[in-house]
């Protein structure tokens, strides 16, 4: 199984700051099709999760421009450009390319 | 805002019973591989099953093999997760969601819509 490991576990982020979060993959998450399956996930508090990104940079509708993702390979990141209350939650990374479908542990953003 | 409903949570005895269900409307149903995500307390996500659009291909964490089925319904819009042999170790919250596109039960642009869950607590 593909083993997604997610840094730093716990994120301590000042309002107006940015964030920054790492997924690394222990393999290669490019597929046969030459896209790159690896998703962002936001959990707010008591709510389910929500999709953020998918294939590593592209935004779901509704998800603010101050969310980014890029990577390539086995490494990935998404970054919060200034962070807002809103935020605050925990963030995993999700891979679609390798059997079984596997996520991160989880980075649990709070606001200093 | 479109989203699943999830019913037939509860508290359970180990070896034990449950029949989940999720109904899903106005997401065109048929068109989507289904799957079931759970989340133990305080824990992260992991995925558990999902179903081929006309539920002819159907794929398991190994842990659950054996032991849970999931099936839909498509004339009900409806997604159902058969528990049987229950163990501690299932408590969590059960999430349904969707996916456009499997490849032998590996799902791409994967889990754009969640439901809210339900629980499942297995405990004597």
């Known amino acids: 199984d593909v083993v997604m490991t997610q840094s730093p576990l716990s994120l301590p982020v000042t309002l107006g700051q940015p964030a920054s979060i790492s997924c690394r993959s222990s393999?290669?998450?490019?597929?046969?099709?030459?896209?790159?399956?690896l998703n962002w996930f936001q959990q707010r508090p008591g709510q389910s999760p929500r999709r953020l990104i998918y294939?590593?940079?592209n935004r779901d509708s509704g998800v603010p421009d101050r969310f980014s993702g890029s990577g390539s390979g086995t490494d990935f990141t998404l970054k919060i450009s200034r962070v807002e209350a809103e935020d605050v939650g925990v963030y995993y990374c999700?891979?679609?390319?390798?059997?079984?479908?596997?996520f991160g542990q989880g980075t649990r953003l709070e606001i200093k | 805002e479109v989203q699943p409903v999830e019913s037939g949570g509860g508290l359970v005895q180990p070896g034990g019973s449950l029949r989940l269900s999720c109904a899903v409307s106005?997401?065109?149903?048929?068109?989507?591989?289904m799957t079931w995500v759970r989340q133990a307390p305080g824990k992260g996500l992991e995925w558990v099953a999902n179903?081929?659009?006309?539920?002819?291909?159907?794929y398991y964490v190994d842990s659950v093999k054996g032991r849970f089925t999931i099936s839909r319904d498509n004339a009900k819009n409806s997604l159902y997760l058969q528990m049987n042999s229950l163990r501690a170790e299932d408590t969590a919250v059960y999430y349904c969601?969707?996916?456009?596109?499997?490849?032998?039960?590996?799902?791409?642009?994967?889990?754009?819509?969640w439901g809210r869950g339900t629980m499942v607590t297995v405990s004597s």
């Open positions: 969601t969707r996916a456009p596109h499997c490849f032998n039960g590996v799902c791409q642009n994967a889990f754009d819509i």
């Open positions: 106005g997401l065109s149903f048929s068109n989507y591989w």
């Open positions: 179903i081929k659009q006309d539920g002819s291909e159907k």
């Open positions: 393999q290669s998450l490019v597929y046969s099709d030459g896209n790159t399956y």
């Open positions: 294939k590593v940079s």
């Open positions: 999700m891979q679609g390319t390798h059997w079984l479908i596997t």
